[in-house]
């Protein structure tokens, strides 16, 4: 690994929001030729915490967007449909994790 002074932590820090949203669509683009477009990619922090993970985009791989595309049912189309036309219904990514958390506990 490359000695980078100052840390690319610090690089980043220093640079405007701008610039910020540049580098990261140009670190995706660069993940997505080194690792391809059939993969997670984790993201950690620089303690090795999990910060999150990274999906690429079906339309970065043709190929794989038309395999999901014909794997797509009717059925399961039109119930893509009525889960859009009723996201009242919904809950919140925070309300689906207390849930869940508190089935665990």
Known sequence: MTT???SP???VRNLSVEDRGAM???LLKDAIHTHGTDCVLPINDDNGARLG???PAPQANPERLREIRAAITPDDDAAMSRALATT???VTLD???SEMREGVE
């Open 4 to 6: 980078i002074s100052p």
């Open 95 to 97: 309300q689906f994790l």
């Open 24 to 26: 990261l669509v140009a």
């Open 88 to 90: 009242g219904d919904s």
């Open 53 to 55: 993970q990274y999906i």
């Open 9 to 11: 932590s610090e690089y």
